[in-house]
């Protein structure tokens, strides 16, 4: 890598020591921007009565020979027409105003910005003022509901918590496949990867995206498919996010302050029922593990007076107490300005952020600087810093919201420690039962990121219509995380479990250094080949030098009990990994525009992967796309202002992770004992010869907007199949192995995305826009290597064999919900083999009296939405701005683990009936319709017959279908409310402007769904979508903002 | 102009620079965290250490719950009741353990490492005998290669043919392999390199094999008594583990048991046993092992039947942290010397000679009283009460045997070769066969994965040697 760094910066060198040279010829020159400050590229300049002219280059700018007077005239469809008089100034700069609405430059592959109407593929820009309108934190979560055909989920409400996004649907049917999109900052692949060691996954550590300070972001591009990301090649291959960070003009300084606060809540508690209290079979017992069990309060006062005990509490809702408010506070200071020659933005950002769960914390340093500077009409160069410090304490919310089940609602949850800092637990006097507050004041993981992003720009342009860049990046982090519990306060002193199970306290230290490095050249040409067609082409090279070096110590059994050092600790184990990937990839790209109504792009790209086994590390692929402007060609009826339709084919390759082409020996688990190290071969067989995995994406699309732009539609279909994907298969372990690493299965993603944009009304004073989005995508397993049944994705624990798993099985789609369920009546057994449960015959009752539980694992469920959409409103009035976001997501189930335990432990309301005697709806065995009455509650029932533990634990917690929910929604995601102040009431004051901005998420929402937000997942993986219950609940939030320019 | 080439050319150079170092810029894909050829003490610690965990994973898993030395807590328990169960993880672990053996066996003839290979071969024929004792047949012969994407399997008496011909191997290669390379100390989690102990296990592994086959024709209790005699010859001599990543795993039963992760909850049957209940004389060797309930009453749990109680007080027995098998460092037993003696008393028996059988059986209650930490007089009066001076019955050595080799999953080989018939021994409650298991399933990882090879069994379908 270093050999290449330094031929490429001695090359540069050499190229801006040459560029000292000028051609000697007296030339205009200049930068044609949009009114957004955006480069528009392909700008037409033409000499007034003369035929000859030119067009702007990639930056935008242009070179014209031309005689002192001549008038220039710009033109670009859908924006103004401007025409200046050459005078002595040798420089002329131009900003064109948007003439038609939507009519945009976007930002495409490799930070190009092109005119939307040039592309053959769908692009959605998200600008600075949307990414910060929900307050949102995580940049991930800035995303939702706002373009079409993207997901993200989350694994709720926490402070700096993962989000999730996937683009287009799943692409993988590998478990453990990242199907998330390539980020890019500036040019440079970020990582955004969630890492799990060291405890990691269960406390839901942030995704990396998190550390960038939304505030930071002049604008977000969603690429979509394939062929938006070819030139990205392999690592884009789910998509990409382009992020362009905002940067300095050219004028005075201006200082910008922005400052938010925010408080928030759980938006939605499951419902528990409050009549029943601790003990078993209805009898009242203080000390019995069983939370809900018992008798009704007043019954348990009864029974505790005759018995002399002391007189039960009330019930507490521990499941709302034990939450608290949460709030944050961020202050972004930024100063920017510069001269014709150089510009600078530098911001400085903290943020705060407590969260609901007790003890969560999430905290946020981030101080940025990006600098350019034009050396000459024909150099640039330029480049930014970011530094990032983040992290905080991260809960265990699955631990949390469990011990809250088992935790005895006459207890109070929050009264956890005592003075002498001892556990206060639920039953035998407090001696005893796991206190989930003092589990979370005890037990800790808290992760210290510190985090640099580098970029180097170079711009050189040695001739008009050539363009040189070289782009260096350089993506650092190390990670320090610290979990530790505490050890007992004296020996027998009540404790949390979690605190002891391997001795008395523990302390796991995880270092993590990740470093990427990108080095990116290429070279644009443009040219007009005749004054009817326009080629543009464009090669470069890239190389990607990703390393990660991680090491985790833990160390168990503490000296002194609330010593968090590993020298506290008895036995001490390490285990460490070392992981690198190289990357190079030679691409291309040629472009023609014909009239400006027909639009060629052809691509061609060539990965070479350190990752695949020699012979198949070199790969290539195409992609090709169009694009017609309707109205360029023909006469369009007045109704339609323009009309546009693309057509477009990627064939995107795909590597694999590191280290999948041999067979290894690790070291065996449990080892070292004694000081003996063990070995064994690792279970995984790797692949000498892998080839790449394919992407083959065909994308159709229509661009019309009606009303002179007032209305537009964008529908877009895709349909994306995915060859020869590289898969863990699960193998027999007698081969010595349990997987066998193959090109082993394909699958399948169509879909439609459709954006309605319209503006109701448009006056001087008011203007409403609307937006409407839309996506609904299909999947389908296509193939899985012969002999292989299912690729299990992931499973959720439920209690009496009731645990849900994600399976994927041919010709199904990704995502199926497998469980138990009740047995239908199905005496010729022609459903014994089905995966859906035929839901019109009636349930088999048992000749207990019961409904029988079917053991076959059937499909209740599907984790992936059918369609899903926002509704965004944009009312601006005078200054005043409004604006709110309906979201919905829907045909989607989710697995509600905490219902399955409220099932266990007697907590949910329809549990109430747990003393009634029923008669099922059913058939028996015979056909005939079920009478057999049956007692719902524990032990001897009325009809003296032994009931045991009773319907609830006996039969309903084991049927996973009766916790399989839809997980439906609507919410109200966002509401915004802002003022501006007008700029005549600070024209006497330093201030240059000033405005407020109240936000409000989740107000509402409506979902059928038991639990907390449906929203929330486990965590950030394949394997916990769909699976939610005891997630950190997601929020209720109102902010308010301040800001203010100078 | 001039300039103008010359930046081309300089900017084809950098790419052709980066394209030309390219190949060795990639060959990066050797992992570093791991080897591609094993420490072959490595190989063996892991296997010999984990050779010991496997006899816990085939007896916690269901073999102790079929031979009701074990009981679950929840009524109904598919384990207790005789529902298909496969035990996928112990088959998952012994494959993983003659995976790396076989690897062993294999490089450390290619070193010439001697005693590494005969060591692995004993070791070998231990796993591959819990393999054929609880599933029947299974891949061996096309297994372990990595070539072959679904194994065959071999029939259950050419593995048996196979654990003789290993022994067999073993033992000549144990006494030629003093010159060979010593083992790593520390490395041998049994008997730390030490052949004379290796050479006396493979005779006892010998007498336990030939006399599985009692049911069958090819039964011959004078080989068994030859291999006794070249077996172990005290019970310092046991094969067990010692050392523990953290405890001994019925040790980590009995804690997470007391932790409300339930488990090793002792069955009536066992309790029974050893409480006077079917036989009147309460065992000394009882108090050592379990706990008294609230009442001071040592109570087992019906299998199938579930906990009594709410779980809010102690009404039954379990494996406890003071007993003498689930103690933090308590042995994890291979083979014994106490279980040879049993082995001897039946071969003994079936051969007519009855008095060596007598011997042996009073040396197997003995060992095993003092083991478990029964003093002499006790263990004396206990034998008297019980046994006096009757020759020994086949009966007697069942019972015994069952008591002695607490935990072990040789009991469920014993309890079908005794067809079930120790005393007051029942059907689990709610049980789904009506007759008691003879072997369990083949994993999902086989029948999803392996569909093609593996047979199609019932639970009531028996191992050749059970007739």
Known sequence: ?1046 | MKQTILHYLLSACVVVLMTACGADYLDINDNPNVATRPPLDGLLASASYNTAQNQFRVSNGHAAYYVQYLASPNEGNTTDTYLEISNGIAWGELYDVMTDLDDLIRFGQEDGLGRHVAIAKVLMAINLGLVVDNWGNAPFSDAFSGETLRPTYDSAEDLYATIFRLLNEATSELAAAADAPDVRSGSDFVYDGDLELWTRAAASLRARYLNHLSETSQYDPSAVLAAVDAGFTGPEQDAAVTSFTVRNPWAQVADNNANLLLGGWLSEQFIDALNGTTYGTEDPRLPLLTNRNDDGEFVGTPNGAGRQGDGTKTLESYLVLDGAFSMESSPLNIITYAELKFIEAEAALAAGNQERANEAFAEGVRTSMSQIGVDDQSATDYIAAEYGSDDVTRDDIFREKYVAIFLSPETWVDARRYDYAYADFELAENAALNTFPVRIQYPNTETDRNAANVPVVTMTDPIFWDQ
């Open chain 1, 1 to 1046: 890598m270093k050999l290449f760094i330094r031929s490429g910066l001695m090359s540069l060198l050499t190229l801006l020591f040459l560029s000292t040279n000028s051609y000697g010829q007296t030339t205009v020159s200049g930068t044609v921007t949009g009114d957004q400050g955006e480069a528009l590229i392909g700008v037409s300049i033409l000499i007034q009565g003369t035929g000859s002219g030119t067009v702007t280059d990639a930056e935008g700018e242009y070179t014209i020979t031309a005689q002192e007077s001549d008038v220039l005239v710009f033109s670009y469809t859908g924006y103004g027409t401007v025409t200046r008089t050459v005078g002595t100034n040798s420089v002329i700069d131009v900003e064109l105003q948007a003439g038609a609405q939507l009519d945009e430059v976007v930002v495409t592959a490799l930070g190009i910005s092109r005119e939307r109407k040039a592309l053959g593929y769908a692009v959605e820009e998200l600008n600075s003022e949307e990414i910060v309108q929900s307050r949102q934190n995580n940049l991930v979560n800035a995303l939702q509901g706002q373009v079409a055909g993207v997901q993200v989920s989350s694994a709720g409400g926490g402070p700096g918590q993962a989000s999730r996004i996937i683009i287009r649907g799943i692409n993988s049917l590998d478990p453990d496949a990242n199907n998330e999109p390539l980020f890019v900052i500036d040019g440079i692949p970020v990582s955004n990867e969630t890492l799990t060691v060291g405890g990691g996954g269960s406390r839901n550590v942030s995704n990396r995206i998190a550390d960038i300070n939304p505030q930071d972001i002049e604008t977000m591009t969603v690429l979509k498919g394939g062929p938006a990301t070819a030139l990205y090649g392999l690592r884009a291959a789910n998509g990409a996010i382009i992020i362009t960070t905002k940067s300095g003009k050219s004028g005075r300084v201006s200082v910008d302050v922005t400052s938010t606060y925010g408080t928030e809540e759980v938006n939605k508690f499951p419902e528990t029922q409050k009549t029943y209290t601790q003990g078993f079979a209805g009898n009242y017992d203080p000390n019995s593990f069983w939370p809900s069990w018992g008798p009704s309060v007043e019954e348990a006062r009864a029974f505790a007076a005759e018995n002399g005990l002391p007189r039960p509490n009330d019930l507490f809702n521990n499941f709302e107490n034990a939450y608290t408010q949460g709030d944050q506070w961020r202050n972004t200071v930024s100063v920017s300005g510069g001269n014709e020659k150089a510009t600078f933005r530098t911001s400085l950002s903290r943020l705060t952020h407590d969260g609901v769960l007790p003890f969560s914390t999430y905290d946020n340093t981030s101080f940025r600087i990006n600098a350019n500077y034009q050396a000459s009409e024909k150099f640039s160069f330029g480049g930014g810093v970011n530094y990032i410090r983040s992290g905080g304490n991260r809960v265990n919310a699955d631990r949390f919201n469990e011990r809250l089940v088992y935790w005895a609602p006459q207890a109070d949850v929050n009264n956890y420690i005592r003075e002498d800092g001892s556990m206060i637990g639920y039953r035998n006097d407090g001696t005893v039962g796991n206190n989930p507050v003092y589990g979370e004041a005890t037990n800790k993981f808290i992760d210290d990121v510190d985090r640099y992003i580098g970029n180097l720009t170079f711009s050189y342009s040695p001739l008009p219509q050539l363009r040189i860049n070289y782009t260096l990046g350089l993506d650092q982090y190390s990670d320090f995380r610290n979990n530790y519990g505490q050890g007992s306060v004296y020996a027998g002193a009540p404790n949390f479990e979690d605190n002891l199970s391997n001795g008395n306290g523990f302390v796991v230290e995880t270092s993590i250094r990740r470093r990427d490095v990108t080095s990116n050249i290429n070279a644009i040409y443009t040219s007009d080949l005749t004054p009817d067609l326009n080629l543009r082409f464009l090669g470069g090279f890239d190389a990607f030098d990703s390393s990660y070096d991680g090491v985790t110590t833990i160390g168990n059994d503490l000296d002194i009990y609330n010593l968090f050092s590993l020298n506290n600790a008895a036995d001490i184990r390490t285990s460490a990994a070392l992981v690198n990937r190289r990357l190079l990839g030679l691409y291309g790209e040629l472009s023609l525009a014909y009239q400006n109504a027909v639009y060629l792009s052809v691509t061609g790209r060539n990965d070479w992967s350190s990752t695949l086994p020699q012979a198949n590390r070199s790969f290539f692929y195409p992609s090709v796309s169009l694009g017609v402007l309707l109205g360029e060609v023909l006469e369009l009826p007045e109704l339609i202002s323009f009309a546009k339709l693309r057509a477009s084919y990627a064939g995107i390759g795909k590597d694999t992770d590191p280290y999948r082409t041999n067979i290894v020996y690790r070291n065996a688990t449990g080892f070292p004992i004694n000081n003996v190290t063990g070995w064994t071969r690792d279970d995984q067989q790797g692949a000498p010869d892998l080839k790449p995995e394919r992407t083959n994406t065909l994308e159709f699309g229509a661009d019309l907007r009606f009303l002179n732009n007032r209305l537009g539609i964008d529908f877009t279909y895709y349909n994306a199949k995915s060859i020869d994907q590289i898969i863990p298969v699960p193998v027999s372990n007698a081969t010595g192995f349990s997987t066998f690493v193959l090109n082993a299965g394909s699958m399948r993603n169509s879909g439609v995305e459709l954006a309605l944009r319209g503006t109701p009304i448009s006056t001087a004073d008011l203007t409403w826009n609307v937006n409407l989005n839309y996506t609904s995508n299909k999947n389908e397993v296509l193939t899985i290597f012969e002999g292989v049944e299912d690729i299990l994705i992931g499973s959720s624990f439920g209690y009496a064999g009731s645990s849900a798993s994600i399976r994927l099985i041919r010709g199904e789609p990704y995502g199926n919900i497998y469980g138990r369920s009740y047995a239908r009546y199905d005496p010729s057994g022609d459903n014994e083999d089905n995966l859906f449960i035929d839901y019109s015959q009636p349930l088999l009752i048992g000749d207990d009296g019961f409904p029988v539980i079917e053991t076959e694992q059937k499909i209740l469920g599907n984790t992936q939405p059918k369609w899903f959409g926002a509704l965004t409103n944009n009312i601006n009035y005078k200054g005043i701005g409004v604006s709110f976001q309906f979201d919905t997501r829907q045909g989607v189930q989710k697995y509600n683990q905490q219902g399955n335990f409220f099932a266990a432990f007697g907590t949910a309301p329809y549990t109430l009936n747990r003393n009634e005697t029923i008669v099922f709806e059913g058939v028996t065995a015979d056909g005939s319709p079920n009478t057999k009455p049956v007692w719902l509650g524990q032990g001897e029932g009325p009809d003296g017959e032994n009931y045991g533990a009773g319907y609830y634990r006996n039969r309903y917690r084991g049927s996973t279908e009766n916790f399989v929910e839809d997980a439906d929604w609507f919410r109200l995601r966002n509401v915004s409310l802002s003022y501006q102040l007008p700029a005549a009431l600070l024209e006497t004051v330093f201030i240059r402007t000033a405005g407020i901005t109240l936000t409000g998420n989740n107000l509402w929402l409506e979902t059928p769904y038991s639990g907390f937000d449906p929203e929330g997942n486990r965590g950030n993986g394949n394997g916990d979508d769909g699976f939610g219950g005891f997630t950190y609940p997601s929020v209720r939030s109102i902010f308010v903002t301040l800001n203010l320019g100078f």
